[in-house]
């Protein structure tokens, strides 16, 4: 069996190709997440200067504790809005690295294939048992790493569902909880 300069070429070319488009894809995930950054930078420095403005024109105790319970269900909201984009761009970018190597495994499979089929037809007389036996072993590995492919991404959607449904369990129960301190504060207030 042998390439030619053409086989090289177009292998070189290739790899190029794969190394741009796992760059382009890293690249999208950084971009991705600097831009939740810089959101989440913008708001808070928003929301904080409305805060000290309101904190500013507050004139007796009893809107100070008002105000300061106020301020526990807009942070457990933004705390949630914020994890919850973090996790969209690792759940993007999680399914865009497994199609990735979904396809270089795809490929990897037709170049094994590609060159079996050369070595059957370039095989001294007798080695067709060898080379039978080599495509049996890469059907078999190929069928292997399938069925674990798709054991993994099943997995992988139970976790993120089960996590998000703890998740969305803590929100609920941190927002009870800040709704109670508001009621308690409300009522110790208005009993002042």
């Known amino acids: 069996m042998s390439f030619n300069t053409k086989e090289f070429s177009e292998l070189g070319k290739n790899q190029f190709e794969q190394a741009l488009q796992l760059s382009s ?5 950084a971009e991705r997440l600097a831009s939740l950054q810089l959101d989440l930078a913008r708001k808070m420095l928003t929301d904080q200067a409305q805060n000290f403005k309101a904190l500013s024109e507050i004139k007796d105790q009893k809107a100070l504790v008002e105000f300061q319970a106020g301020l526990a269900q807009p942070a457990i909201d933004q705390a949630f ?7 969209d761009a690792a759940v993007q970018t999680q399914t ?4 990735f190597v979904e396809q270089q ?10 060159v079996l089929e050369c070595m059957s037809k370039n095989a001294p007389a007798g080695s067709e048992t060898a080379i039978d036996t080599l495509r049996s072993l890469v059907a078999q590995s190929n069928s292997t790493f399938e069925t674990a492919a798709k054991a993994a991404k099943k997995v992988g959607a139970e976790i993120a569902e089960a996590g998000e449904i703890a998740a969305t369990k803590a929100v609920k129960a941190a927002s009870a909880a800040a709704a109670q301190v508001k009621a308690k504060v409300k009522t110790t207030t208005d009993a002042a």
């Open 105 to 114: 495994v795809a490929q990897n499979k037709q170049t094994s294939l590609s």
């Open 25 to 29: 894809i890293v690249l999208s995930s």
């Open 81 to 87: 809005g914020v994890a919850r984009s973090v996790y």
């Open 96 to 99: 865009d690295l497994a199609a």
